[in-house]
Nanobody
């Protein structure tokens, strides 16, 4: 059984940095698409970043150049390094995993099969 658990959420000031971690257990498939989403209450969940087993990574436009997604060699820790944080980055962040990236209804290609429970990031101005 695949399980994901996020950590690292915190409250920071605008311009600060955070690194989110996602501990992954039970994932034994030969291919992967792993990534991050975020959601603000009352708004749709949006894809933030994804990384695939073919080496590709992708980001939503608003975070490109500020956020970096990475996966360790053991494929049991997924990270999201977030720099130059802005108040608009405030949300609950979720990690997700899948065998392949899927087309997400609001745009982009992201994982959708396995989910973590979320971690809160708050950025104050």
């Amino acid at each position: 059984q695949v399980q994901l658990r996020e950590s690292g959420g915190d409250s920071v000031q605008s311009g600060g940095s955070l690194r989110l971690s996602c501990a992954i257990s039970g994932y034994t498939y030969p291919t992967y698409c792993m990534g991050w989403y975020r959601q603000v209450p009352g708004r749709e969940r949006e894809g933030v970043a994804a990384i695939e087993s073919d080496g590709n990574s992708r980001y939503r436009d608003s975070v490109r150049g500020r956020f970096t997604v990475s996966l360790n060699d053991a494929k049991n820790m997924l990270y999201l390094q977030m720099n130059n944080l802005k108040p608009d980055d405030t949300a609950t962040y979720y990690c997700a995993a899948d065998l392949f990236c899927q087309i997400y209804y609001s745009g982009g290609l992201y994982p959708s099969r396995y989910w973590g429970q979320g971690t809160q990031v708050t950025v104050s101005s």
